[in-house]
């Protein structure tokens, strides 16, 4: 045995560790297979260090522990770590660039201390190398003068030498991670010192926690067993976190001779000129622009009969009546239990209260509260609110906070919802940014939107100031920081009278890079522009083009209190000369207040220096002198920058997490939605039959929007193709301006003398799937006598945008843009579509060679799902991990169902792919659906399995249904999904088969035997 204690005489280590007493590290010969489970026999010979927390850690999962063991010339080293929630983890393979991930990290000290080798592993077996001198490390205040010898220059050369690879393991298991690491030296006695640190990244309901090895006093001796160097080395599994992603693709075998066929039948109805003029992959936004465009001709029209203080009141209150019933209603103030967790002095002329308190009972809201060192009278405030893409602790919004409370403001700035103490999803770069689409997504669902819920974090934020005596209620200004502060702090203002001044950094009209990138403004110089619809919900109010709510006027609401029209970037002309000056102008000459109306803005041009993503010098020396005017503002003779290590401004203390245990605003939403769901069920069940399915299509209609058929939409015959066994008519059918729906309907030939039963199919991919990926059971359907229809809704098929569809994209045509604009124009793209959906079924219904008393309606999904266990979930639109997360495709099957709830002739629905519930995307912080089947209140209507209950006694066979991550679904955990809508009734239950993707011919005899009742 070698006994390693601390040696007195090195001085270098005496500063540096404790001295302890020796800790013995036993050898074994038994087999190891480095898999990141440390299950053999040889673990349970290793002497095991507990690690534990250095501050407060009750109410959060234990630290775990660490085992060490030597096997032959090989250090071995295991890590259990209790894990309740989700792993936070991406990076794989040797020395990757870590993202903000959980970790084990081993630091061993060679040679008297003066070499270390640092090896951090994450969940997924990532594993980063750090090896060098130990006095590296050291601070100059250890050192002091004089300190270094010759002997400790040397040592700052000498790096550890590994005889082989390191061997490194991970995995996930169930609520725990575990590593391991098997480490070759060759001279084992050399190792004079172990720690082991676990790091758990931030959690929506905690902060960054740490646990240690050692506890005070232990110390390391290793004990070599004889002839262990001839010990085979460890056996290592390599992983592939992206194995475990993708279901299969269907195999296309093309045995069938009419699947054979079905490959040669052409992928589009119109040919290259009819595509070019009819502009197909934007037919959809062209239909929107006109929409919107007429909007914003009908708000002119009303604008320039504005000429008085009444007919202002009036034109604004109308809109703002629309806005607040766009917001819906708030809650009631609940107590704010305000709490300061940490007081920070730097002896500079301020102080900061890192505080927390509560917005609604359980969300959490963490801020700072910048104020003057000395306070003797009322004094003003700033709320200002952080952009996108960075959380309060960002270095400009630090230089607002301390400079303008050092001359004499109170200055809160929070944490928004996703970012900062406040994420909701994962402490990754622009991960503020990238939450907000799942988050607007889910409180949508809930009849909620995530505007609202920060407006409402902005004005408790506000009752926070005014409970401090010192704070003039008069004397309040609210800034956006620029990219998504502006627009929270704009609506704010609208409806909240405490605002004296808003200063909304890029909202208020189309932005200055627009004249660099966009070309020439869309509208007139006396039409304002409405704006269009993006991935980021708080910047396209549902209901803002149809109820004229637009950008500029939310801003002009505020007057005749202050409004600064504030930009990030310089106009080329100067902001008093863009059109909407004049409308701003105008309002504030009328409210008799023109003095409360000013301009900031930086310099140009896009892309270039004046895109500065901040609130600069340039932009506070402009706003000092106007704040100084408006609320006497006192301003800061010299610009103040001290920007301060992030940790100094964190509110969120371990204590204060385990007391409070912050809720998700995704839970929050989820109950909000079971609670209004279980009503509206309650109300509905109380109805005989026919009242109650009455009341769901009215109700479902109201959140759908205007989805009655088009009965006299025009149709126009394409071509006829003959193929050996069947035919191929193609049409198209105008059901609005615009928009165009092109279909195949494939009828057999050995069938003429008859009227044909009818499958109308749908999916977001279109035709052109139906005949690559579903051949086998088209030519089943065909051999049985069956008409198949495939048709390609607006966005969908042929007709789908062709511009990428990133939740984030900038683009104006991908789906999630134009279903955003849909929301803003007062509809859906999911009640358009199914407008479409309705329009074709009547069509269909109008010919005489279809049997509209047989009809089948087939909804399918292409899309690929997600793993059950082991998914690494991310945020749809950040760099891919090492799983590329797929959002699930449920458009097609609930066009399905949503067809067959309106139209009776429908004999039965096929769903393939589709979401069991809707209230499975609210069950968890990472949510991966397309916006464009996203309808905002849904869940206050109804739910996927109202639906389907409404639909007894026809069948309904659901094959593949998954949740709200895009997982596949059990046949048993679907049902627990689909059972509460239907009110414990077996009669409607027996109706409802759950399967798995069925082979061809099970799927076509499912439905020959539907059609055949």
């Given at each position: 045995m070698v006994c390693l204690a601390f040696p007195g005489t090195d001085a270098l280590a005496q500063s540096v560790l404790p001295k302890v007493g020796p800790v013995t590290v036993p050898s074994?010969?038994?087999?190891?297979?480095?898999?990141?489970?440390?299950?053999?026999?040889?673990?349970?010979a290793a002497i095991v260090l507990p690690i534990e927390p250095t501050?407060?850690?009750?109410?959060?999962?234990?630290?775990?522990?660490?085992?060490?063991?030597?096997?032959?010339?090989?250090?071995?080293?295991?890590?259990?770590?209790?894990?309740?929630?989700?792993?936070?983890?991406?990076?794989?393979?040797?020395?990757?660039?870590?993202?903000?991930?959980?970790?084990?990290?081993?630091?061993?000290?060679?040679?008297?201390?003066?070499?270390?080798?640092?090896?951090?592993?994450?969940?997924?077996?990532?594993?980063?190398?750090?090896?060098?001198?130990?006095?590296?490390?050291?601070?100059?205040?250890?050192?002091?003068?004089?300190?270094?010898?010759?002997?400790?220059?040397?040592?700052?050369?000498?790096?550890?030498?590994?005889?082989?690879?390191?061997?490194?393991?991970?995995?996930?298991?169930?609520?725990?991670?575990?590593?391991?690491?098997?480490?070759?030296?060759?001279?084992?006695?050399?190792?004079?010192?172990?720690?082991?640190?676990?790091?758990?990244?931030?959690?929506?309901?905690?902060?960054?926690?740490?646990?240690?090895?050692?506890?005070?006093?232990?110390?390391?001796?290793?004990?070599?067993?004889?002839?262990?160097?001839?010990?085979k080395p460890p056996a290592l599994v390599r992983k592939d976190w992206g194995t475990l992603l993708f279901s299969t693709a269907q195999e296309l075998t093309d045995k069938n001779p009419l699947a054979a066929q079905l490959a040669l039948v052409p992928n589009h109805a119109w040919d290259a000129s009819e595509q070019k003029r009819f502009d197909i992959n934007r037919m959809w936004e062209h239909n929107l622009a006109v929409r919107v465009s007429d909007a914003a001709?009908?708000?002119?029209?009303?604008?320039?009969?504005?000429?008085?203080?009444?007919?202002?009141?009036?034109?604004?209150?109308?809109?703002?009546?629309?806005?607040?019933?766009?917001?819906?209603?708030?809650?009631?103030?609940?107590?704010?239990?305000?709490?300061?967790?940490?007081?920070?002095?730097?002896?500079?002329?301020?102080?900061?209260?890192?505080?927390?308190?509560?917005?609604?009972?359980?969300?959490?809201?963490?801020?700072?509260?910048?104020?003057?060192?000395?306070?003797?009278?009322?004094?003003?405030?700033m709320v200002v609110v952080h952009s996108h893409h960075a959380s309060k602790v960002q270095m400009e919004l630090q230089d607002l906070g301390m400079t303008w409370a050092r001359a004499g403001s109170a200055v809160l700035i929070m944490d928004q919802l996703g970012a900062g103490e406040r994420i909701q999803s994962q402490p990754w770069p622009h991960e503020s940014e990238y939450s907000r689409y799942a988050m607007g997504e889910q409180l949508y669902l809930a009849g909620e939107s995530l505007i609202k819920w920060m407006v409402w974090d902005i004005e408790r934020g506000v009752d926070l100031l005014l409970d401090r005596s010192y704070v003039d209620p008069k004397r309040i200004a609210l800034v956006g920081a620029v990219a998504g502060g502006g627009d929270p702090a704009a609506v704010t203002a609208a409806i909240d009278p405490r605002i004296a001044v808003v200063i909304p950094f890029n909202f208020g009209e189309a932005g200055p890079e627009e004249h660099f990138t966009a070309g020439p403004r869309p509208y007139d110089s006396e039409t304002a522009d409405p704006g269009w619809g993006e991935w980021e919900s708080t910047r396209c109010l549902p209901g803002s083009i149809h109820g004229q709510f637009f950008p500029w006027l939310i801003n002009a609401a505020v007057a005749p209190r202050g409004f600064v029209y504030s930009f990030e970037l310089g106009w080329p002309h100067g902001a008093v000369n863009e059109p909407i000056w004049k409308r701003y102008k105008k309002v504030f000459e009328i409210t008799g207040q023109p003095d409360h109306l000013a301009e900031v803005d930086g310099f140009g041009p896009f892309p270039g220096p004046g895109e500065v993503e901040n609130i600069g010098l340039q932009h506070r020396e402009k706003l000092d002198p106007i704040l100084n005017r408006w609320l006497n503002f006192t301003m800061s003779p010299v610009p103040y920058h001290n920007p301060r290590p992030d940790s100094d401004l964190l509110s969120l203390t371990s204590l204060a997490a385990a007391q409070r245990k912050p809720a998700l605003a995704t839970s929050l939403a989820d109950g909000m939605a079971e609670t209004r769901l279980a009503h509206i069920r309650q109300v509905r069940n109380a109805l005989d039959t026919s009242e109650r399915l009455r009341s769901l299509r009215a109700s479902l209609k109201e959140k759908l929007g205007d989805i009655d058929p088009n009965l006299e939409a025009p149709t126009h015959q394409l071509w006829t193709k003959q193929f050996s066994g069947f035919t191929v008519e193609a049409a198209s059918v105008d059901t609005a301006p615009d928009i165009h729906i092109p279909l195949f309907i494939l009828k057999p030939t050995a069938v003429s003398n008859r009227r044909l039963p009818i499958v109308l199919s749908f999916a977001k991919e279109g035709k052109e799937a139906f005949l690559k990926e579903r051949r086998d059971e088209i030519a089943a359907l065909l051999e049985k006598g069956e008409a198949i229809c495939l048709a390609d809704v607006r966005g969908t098929g042929e007709t789908a945008p062709t511009s990428t569809d990133s939740p984030n994209s900038d683009s104006t045509t991908s789906a999630t843009s134009l279903a955003a604009t849909e929301l803003m124009l007062g509809a859906t793209a999911l009640g358009e579509r199914l407008k479409d959906a309705r329009t074709v079924a009547r069509y269909l219904g109008s010919r005489n060679d279809l049997d509209t008393r047989r009809v089948v309606l087939w909804g399918d999904s292409f899309a690929q799902t997600n793993p059950r266990e082991g998914l690494l979930d991310q945020s749809v639109p950040q760099k891919p991990g090492p799983q590329t997360i797929r959002q699930s495709d449920p458009l097609g099957s609930l066009l399905a169902v949503l067809t067959a709830l309106y139209e009776d002739n429908v004999h039965a629905v096929v769903a393939r792919g589709s979401l069991a519930s809707y209230l499975s995307v609210l069950q968890n912080r990472f949510c991966y659906v397309p916006q464009d089947v996203i309808v905002p209140g849904l869940l206050e209507s109804a739910d996927v399995s109202d639906i389907l209950a409404a639909l007894a006694p026809r069948a309904v066979l659901l094959e593949g249904p998954v949740d709200g991550r895009n997982r596949p679904l059990t046949e048993a955990e679907a049902e627990l999904q689909l059972r509460p809508g239907f009110d414990a009734s077996e009669a409607m239950w027996t109706g409802i088969a759950i399967r798995p993707n069925l082979p061809a011919a099970e799927f076509a005899r499912w439905i020959d035997k539907q059609l055949s009742r």
């Amino acid at each position: 045995m070698v006994c390693l204690a601390f040696p007195g005489t090195d001085a270098l280590a005496q500063s540096v560790l404790p001295k302890v007493g020796p800790v013995t590290v036993p050898s074994g010969t038994g087999p190891l297979i480095v898999d990141g489970v440390p299950e053999e026999a040889l673990w349970q010979a290793a002497i095991v260090l507990p690690i534990e927390p250095t501050t407060y850690g009750a109410g959060f999962p234990g630290g775990g522990e660490t085992r060490a063991v030597v096997r032959g010339h090989y250090l071995c080293l295991s890590a259990q770590l209790p894990e309740p929630e989700e792993v936070v983890a991406r990076s794989t393979g040797e020395n990757p660039d870590f993202w903000r991930e959980d970790l084990v990290v081993w630091t061993i000290h060679f040679r008297a201390f003066a070499t270390t080798l640092r090896i951090s592993i994450n969940p997924l077996g990532g594993y980063r190398v750090e090896n060098s001198p130990l006095a590296d490390h050291l601070s100059e205040a250890v050192e002091g003068p004089g300190y270094f010898s010759s002997r400790l220059i040397e040592a700052r050369k000498a790096k550890v030498q590994l005889a082989e690879p390191l061997l490194v393991s991970a995995a996930i298991n169930h609520q725990s991670w575990s590593a391991e690491v098997a480490i070759p030296v060759e001279d084992i006695a050399t190792i004079g010192f172990l720690s082991a640190e676990r790091i758990r990244v931030p959690r929506p309901d905690a902060p960054e926690m740490r646990w240690y090895w050692p506890a005070p006093d232990p110390g390391l001796a290793f004990r070599l067993a004889p002839g262990a160097s001839s010990l085979k080395p460890p056996a290592l599994v390599r992983k592939d976190w992206g194995t475990l992603l993708f279901s299969t693709a269907q195999e296309l075998t093309d045995k069938n001779p009419l699947a054979a066929q079905l490959a040669l039948v052409p992928n589009h109805a119109w040919d290259a000129s009819e595509q070019k003029r009819f502009d197909i992959n934007r037919m959809w936004e062209h239909n929107l622009a006109v929409r919107v465009s007429d909007a914003a001709v009908l708000e002119r029209q009303a604008w320039q009969k504005v000429d008085s203080p009444a007919t202002w009141k009036r034109f604004r209150d109308v809109r703002i009546a629309a806005l607040k019933a766009s917001l819906g209603t708030f809650p009631e103030r609940t107590p704010l239990r305000t709490e300061v967790t940490r007081k920070v002095d730097y002896g500079d002329g301020f102080v900061v209260d890192n505080l927390l308190y509560e917005s609604r009972p359980g969300l959490v809201v963490t801020a700072n509260l910048y104020l003057p060192s000395n306070i003797h009278e009322k004094i003003p405030a700033m709320v200002v609110v952080h952009s996108h893409h960075a959380s309060k602790v960002q270095m400009e919004l630090q230089d607002l906070g301390m400079t303008w409370a050092r001359a004499g403001s109170a200055v809160l700035i929070m944490d928004q919802l996703g970012a900062g103490e406040r994420i909701q999803s994962q402490p990754w770069p622009h991960e503020s940014e990238y939450s907000r689409y799942a988050m607007g997504e889910q409180l949508y669902l809930a009849g909620e939107s995530l505007i609202k819920w920060m407006v409402w974090d902005i004005e408790r934020g506000v009752d926070l100031l005014l409970d401090r005596s010192y704070v003039d209620p008069k004397r309040i200004a609210l800034v956006g920081a620029v990219a998504g502060g502006g627009d929270p702090a704009a609506v704010t203002a609208a409806i909240d009278p405490r605002i004296a001044v808003v200063i909304p950094f890029n909202f208020g009209e189309a932005g200055p890079e627009e004249h660099f990138t966009a070309g020439p403004r869309p509208y007139d110089s006396e039409t304002a522009d409405p704006g269009w619809g993006e991935w980021e919900s708080t910047r396209c109010l549902p209901g803002s083009i149809h109820g004229q709510f637009f950008p500029w006027l939310i801003n002009a609401a505020v007057a005749p209190r202050g409004f600064v029209y504030s930009f990030e970037l310089g106009w080329p002309h100067g902001a008093v000369n863009e059109p909407i000056w004049k409308r701003y102008k105008k309002v504030f000459e009328i409210t008799g207040q023109p003095d409360h109306l000013a301009e900031v803005d930086g310099f140009g041009p896009f892309p270039g220096p004046g895109e500065v993503e901040n609130i600069g010098l340039q932009h506070r020396e402009k706003l000092d002198p106007i704040l100084n005017r408006w609320l006497n503002f006192t301003m800061s003779p010299v610009p103040y920058h001290n920007p301060r290590p992030d940790s100094d401004l964190l509110s969120l203390t371990s204590l204060a997490a385990a007391q409070r245990k912050p809720a998700l605003a995704t839970s929050l939403a989820d109950g909000m939605a079971e609670t209004r769901l279980a009503h509206i069920r309650q109300v509905r069940n109380a109805l005989d039959t026919s009242e109650r399915l009455r009341s769901l299509r009215a109700s479902l209609k109201e959140k759908l929007g205007d989805i009655d058929p088009n009965l006299e939409a025009p149709t126009h015959q394409l071509w006829t193709k003959q193929f050996s066994g069947f035919t191929v008519e193609a049409a198209s059918v105008d059901t609005a301006p615009d928009i165009h729906i092109p279909l195949f309907i494939l009828k057999p030939t050995a069938v003429s003398n008859r009227r044909l039963p009818i499958v109308l199919s749908f999916a977001k991919e279109g035709k052109e799937a139906f005949l690559k990926e579903r051949r086998d059971e088209i030519a089943a359907l065909l051999e049985k006598g069956e008409a198949i229809c495939l048709a390609d809704v607006r966005g969908t098929g042929e007709t789908a945008p062709t511009s990428t569809d990133s939740p984030n994209s900038d683009s104006t045509t991908s789906a999630t843009s134009l279903a955003a604009t849909e929301l803003m124009l007062g509809a859906t793209a999911l009640g358009e579509r199914l407008k479409d959906a309705r329009t074709v079924a009547r069509y269909l219904g109008s010919r005489n060679d279809l049997d509209t008393r047989r009809v089948v309606l087939w909804g399918d999904s292409f899309a690929q799902t997600n793993p059950r266990e082991g998914l690494l979930d991310q945020s749809v639109p950040q760099k891919p991990g090492p799983q590329t997360i797929r959002q699930s495709d449920p458009l097609g099957s609930l066009l399905a169902v949503l067809t067959a709830l309106y139209e009776d002739n429908v004999h039965a629905v096929v769903a393939r792919g589709s979401l069991a519930s809707y209230l499975s995307v609210l069950q968890n912080r990472f949510c991966y659906v397309p916006q464009d089947v996203i309808v905002p209140g849904l869940l206050e209507s109804a739910d996927v399995s109202d639906i389907l209950a409404a639909l007894a006694p026809r069948a309904v066979l659901l094959e593949g249904p998954v949740d709200g991550r895009n997982r596949p679904l059990t046949e048993a955990e679907a049902e627990l999904q689909l059972r509460p809508g239907f009110d414990a009734s077996e009669a409607m239950w027996t109706g409802i088969a759950i399967r798995p993707n069925l082979p061809a011919a099970e799927f076509a005899r499912w439905i020959d035997k539907q059609l055949s009742r």
